[in-house]
RNA sequence: CGCGGGGUGGAGCAGUCAGGCAGCUCGCGAGGCUCAUAACCUCGAGGUCGGUGGUUCAAAUCCACCCCCCGCAA
């Protein structure tokens, strides 16, 4: 059961083992992007690519649902991103129960968005971890963890890539170990717990009264979408690829210092922000130098208002 | 039929409303200036104005259809 891009390397794995996938379950096609067109989801595609039943469920406590899944008769349930909550009814049908790949060392960081928060907070390390799925969102037994080193250049879509594909790689592993019966749960720890709730428009707004290094972070993390952003002369200018520069308090946080060919300097609350790579609404992404080619930002404009 | 912005020398943009010599910044080339430089000055090359059709004496500009890029919303 899985939805999105992150959960295709683990269906990949499972299409190459030796157990039969019976069925891949996501979420419904959607209207999703500009003329909103019904899209398939990304695990959907690679599933009929190889000719394997795909349900989509409107509601996972749809009776009608859960007898199609019964009549599977699985032994394993694998979640990898599926994107919604599922009911006990669902966690025991399968033989073995269910079992879910997640993109952080819990429990730090549960919920839809780990990835991303994971390089927001400036965590020097995070992985993915193989758990027994509970009713309380990823929080179920540890069967299995492997953690990733997160580098200064790793953005969300680098790091989810890679965290996708060591995801699958433990994903084998542990289905491997709890076939042989050499796989011992053990709960989550009660300390650290953090969550990483999903991603949404507002959390991109950069505000400038943080630190530049925790700005630069935020820009890693929702790079490359949906992106961090904030606002000249009212209109949105997303940013894709920013630096910290030391510098001495300045001006108000918000303010371009300069404006030249080695880039867009901003005071932020703590240092400043040198933008590297940014986008006008309606136009595309460009290096700073070419955009500020066409759209001349003066020194002493006031960023986000 | 979800809302909206855009496609103009190599890059980024103005010009389109109100049809009339293809413009700006940067880059590139040559020359000059300078102890010197990504600085400065002079000169120069480079464009089927996304495509097709239409209107017109005349279309980047007006009309119709099509292709492509992007922001929002979902």
């Known amino acids: 059961m899985g939805t999105p891009a992150f959960a295709c390397p683990s269906l990949e794995v499972l299409l190459a083992g030796p157990d039969q996938v019976v069925a891949v379950v996501c979420q419904p096609d959607r209207p999703r992007g500009r003329g909103l067109a019904v899209v398939p989801p990304e695990t959907k595609r690679l599933a009929e690519r190889h000719g394997i039943h795909v ?3 409107e509601r996972v406590r749809d009776a009608a649902f859960h007898d199609a899944l019964r009549a599977l008769q699985p032994d394993l349930g694998v979640v990898v991103a599926y ?5 006990r009814v669902v966690l025991d049908l399968p033989v073995h129960g269910c079992i879910n790949v997640h993109a952080s060392l819990l429990p730090r960081h549960r919920g ?17 971890t193989i758990m027994r799925m509970s009713e309380e969102m990823d929080a179920g037994d540890i069967l299995l963890q492997r953690t990733l080193p997160i580098r200064p250049d790793h953005t969300g879509g680098t790091l989810a890539a890679e965290l996708a594909e060591l995801g699958a790689a433990a994903l084998r592993e542990a289905i491997d170990a709890l076939k042989a019966g050499r796989l011992e749960p053990r709960p989550q720890p009660a300390a650290g717990v953090t969550f990483a709730p999903r991603i949404e428009r ?5 505000d400038w009264t943080r630190p530049a290094a925790e700005l630069e972070r935020l820009v890693r ?3 490359p979408a949906p992106s961090a952003f904030t606002t000249v002369h009212g209109k949105v200018l997303k940013v894709h690829r920013a630096e ?3 510098g001495p308090p300045g001006p108000p946080p918000g ?16 240092g400043r922000l040198r933008l590297l790579e940014v986008q006008l609404e309606g136009r595309r992404s460009l290096p700073v130098t070419a955009f500020l080619t066409g759209y001349p930002v003066p020194a002493g404009t006031c960023l986000g208002r």
Request: negative net charge.
């Open 55 to 57: 349900l989509q469920p």
């Open 83 to 87: 994107g919604r909550i599922l009911p």
């Open 112 to 128: 839809a968005a780990p990835v991303q928060w994971a390089i927001a907070a400036g965590d020097r390390e995070t992985g993915v």
């Open 202 to 206: 507002g959390h991109g707004r950069l």
């Open 221 to 223: 993390a929702l790079a």
């Open 244 to 246: 910290v520069q030391p």
């Open 255 to 270: 303010t371009v210092v300069s404006a030249a060919a080695d880039g867009l300097v901003v005071q932020t609350g703590e």
